[in-house]
């Protein structure tokens, strides 16, 4: 390769540099002619890896700005997304608001906005914690909604927070009707969700209907809604029958509630004072 690129550059510099001698005018411009013919092919040889050398470079810094110039986008999308993503919360915020306006303006019972800071969804008991207690005039008994539908109930207070316990609960039992034919019945959380229980008395209950608190039992406003009639189970040997209910909640994406600051004749029997049990007869 070294032993090429010297006669190329020699037939190059013969070519360039070589004086004219006395020499008859036709042989003359043959040798040129020939010595340009040789020469051609072996300077093109010698200035492609030039060429690609050349190319390569300058890919190179091309790339070297584009990969820059990523860098600094990529900090900007960062930037961007943040600043989305703390949008999004303050609509979301917004729409809260919004909610809490137009369920006051529906509902004539005084409610109360909390956030929940807390969950157990253990198989026996399911309950939240919420950041609003008795200095909120939150007490035990008090109903929680959203803007979907019943949530819970109240059952114990502090002066700064509060435990709800949801309809899912085992020991949960609602007083409910069948928002079309009017059929009463109770409804139940259990670990496989909510089932209402109704006696069979030419009482319609059908798939698709909604089920809302009766206001029957003095715990729970009527006409809150409960959820929807998913499957009937029906035996003509049993009296009572029963109905998976879907939710109206969606339990698992709760963020915040609203406690209906009411307490049904039922749970003024049964709570008093800052929300204890009533203490027994006195011996």
């Not at 001698?21 to 042989?27: D, L």
């Not at 369920?103 to 198989?123: F, H, K, N, W, Y």
């Not at 039992?173 to 008395?201: C, M, T, W």
């Not at 998976?244 to 029997?269: A, K, M, N, Y």
């Amino acid at each position: 390769m070294i032993v090429v690129c010297g006669v190329t550059l020699g037939i190059s510099w013969l070519v360039l540099n070589a004086e004219p001698r006395p020499q008859p005018e036709g042989e003359t411009r043959w040798m040129r002619s020939a010595l340009l013919e040789i020469a051609t092919p072996f300077q093109k040889a010698l200035e492609f890896p030039l060429e690609i050398a050349s190319d390569i470079w300058t890919h190179y810094l091309a790339l070297v700005d584009v990969r820059a110039d990523n860098e600094t986008l990529r900090e900007r999308i960062a930037i961007l997304e943040g600043e989305n993503l703390q949008y999004r919360e303050a609509l979301i915020e917004s729409e809260h608001l919004d909610r809490i306006g137009q369920m006051r303006s529906e509902l004539a019972t005084p409610m109360r906005p909390a956030l929940v800071v807390g969950q157990d969804i253990s198989p026996w008991f399911r309950s939240l914690l919420l950041d609003r207690g008795q200095r909120d005039r939150v007490r035990s008994g008090m109903p929680v909604i959203v803007e979907q539908g019943l949530v819970g109930l109240v059952t114990a207070s502090t002066p700064n927070a509060s435990r709800t316990m949801l309809l899912l609960d085992a020991q949960s039992a609602v007083d409910a009707i069948i928002q079309r034919s009017r059929a009463r019945g109770i409804v139940r959380g259990g670990r496989e969700g909510l089932e209402f229980e109704f006696y069979v008395r030419g009482d319609d209950v059908a798939v698709g209907d909604a089920v809302m608190t009766s206001g029957f039992g003095g715990v729970y406003p009527k006409a809150l809604r409960i959820g929807e009639v998913s499957a009937v189970y029906t035996d003509e040997d049993q009296l009572v029958h029963r109905a998976e209910v879907t939710p109206s909640v969606d339990f698992g994406r709760l963020e915040q509630v609203f406690v209906l600051l009411w307490r049904g004749p039922s749970i003024e029997l049964l709570y008093q004072g800052e929300g204890d049990l009533a203490e027994g007869p006195t011996p």
